[in-house]
Nanobody
Framework: VQLQASGGGMVQAGGSLRLSCAASRRTSSNNAMGWFRQAPGKEREFVATISWNGRYTSYADSVKGRFTISREYAGNTVYLQMNSLKPEDTAVYYC?????????????????WGQGTLVTVSS
């Protein structure tokens, strides 16, 4: 399974971006998907996850109320709508396919990873 993330870029604080991630095989339609991010000099951290059917979502406290994860019905594409962006949201964002139908916050719950897309938020 290969994942292709897109939509990153540079935006001013308070702005919005929408990330997309397409998986190459239908295997991901039965699995949860998620987004993680890694800022310079920091460890990779959980951002959001969505279950295989889109009914269950979970977010990191730092993005709750500002970011929304969604996915195509029975599809291989997951999105991350990011609003009210802050400079501390600056990071490389990675999408991932979970090992099971419901994901979690730990990176070990995910088996396939995309190459990452850079998001830079200026103050």
């Amino acid at each position: 399974v290969q994942l292709q993330a897109s939509g990153g870029g540079m935006v001013q604080a308070g702005g919005s971006l929408r990330l997309s991630c397409a998986a190459s095989r239908r295997t991901s339609s039965n699995n949860a998907m998620g987004w993680f991010r890694q800022a310079p000099g920091k460890e990779r951290e959980f951002v959001a996850t969505i279950s295989w059917n889109g009914r269950y979502t979970s977010y990191a406290d730092s993005v709750k109320g500002r970011f929304t994860i969604s996915r195509e019905y029975a599809g291989n594409t997951v999105y991350l709508q990011m609003n009210s962006l802050k400079p501390e949201d600056t990071a490389v964002y990675y999408c991932a396919v979970a090992r099971q139908a419901v994901g979690g916050t730990g990176a070990d719950r995910y088996q396939y990873w995309g190459q990452g897309t850079l998001v830079t938020v200026s103050s």
